[in-house]
């Protein structure tokens, strides 16, 4: 199988422990974990799967590395690349912005040829709006979305069945199965 990149931002350390727990659930050695801080859109170009993890911050906006990165990120052409996307948010404080990030990402990896995997229901969640939500789909968000501010005692359930289902999504996919 081929090497997972995962890139994340964090600016007050959840989104950082929900990698944590992701790289180690997943298997770290079959992932490169890269804090979106210190990369180019060259460090993207070289994986055909991808993890992306990030919070949302200030109504809607992304957290502030994805923030400084995103005129970088809308060049990287996510042809035959396959995304799953993860995003921390507050559906109580923020409910009309909830894990707003994973939406904004979304938007440019589907504009850009990607392929987004790792879907996720809105049923067990409470919020008025979200960017994450699929506009044809809306019983489902683009990504995970984990609420460690108010459901920090679902997280590692949700990302435990995340996990399993992008594994069963990539096997799918002829990304997973390709030599090389
Ligand atoms: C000032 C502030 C603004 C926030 N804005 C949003 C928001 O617009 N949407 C959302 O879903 N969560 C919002 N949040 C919640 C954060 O995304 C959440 O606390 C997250 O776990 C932070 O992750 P991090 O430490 O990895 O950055 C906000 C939190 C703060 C303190």
Not at 97 to 121: C, R, S, T
Not at 139 to 149: E, K, P, S
Not at 152 to 167: G, H, Y
């Amino acid at each position: 199988m081929k090497k997972i990149g995962l890139f994340y931002g964090s600016d007050t350390g959840c989104t950082d422990d929900v990698t944590k727990d992701l790289t180690e659930a997943w298997g770290a050695d079959q992932i490169d974990v890269h804090e979106v801080c210190d990369v180019s859109k060259d460090d993207f170009e070289q994986y055909d799967i991808l993890l992306l993890g990030l919070s949302t911050w200030y109504d809607g906006d992304l957290q502030s590395d994805w923030e400084d990165f995103f005129d970088e990120f809308q060049e990287i052409d996510f042809t035959d690349k396959v995304i799953a996307i993860y995003g921390l948010g507050d559906q109580v404080g923020y409910t009309e912005y909830f894990v707003d990030g994973i939406g904004i990402l979304a938007e440019v990896i589907l504009k850009n040829g990607g392929q987004i995997i790792g879907h996720w229901p809105v049923a067990e969640y409470n919020f008025r709006e979200s960017k994450a939500v699929i506009p044809d789909n809306e019983d489902m968000f683009y990504g995970l979305a984990i609420d460690n501010d108010n459901e920090s005692n679902l997280t590692d359930t949700r990302l435990e069945k995340w996990i399993d289902q992008v594994k069963t999504e990539l096997e799918q996919t002829t990304v997973y199965n390709a030599v090389g």
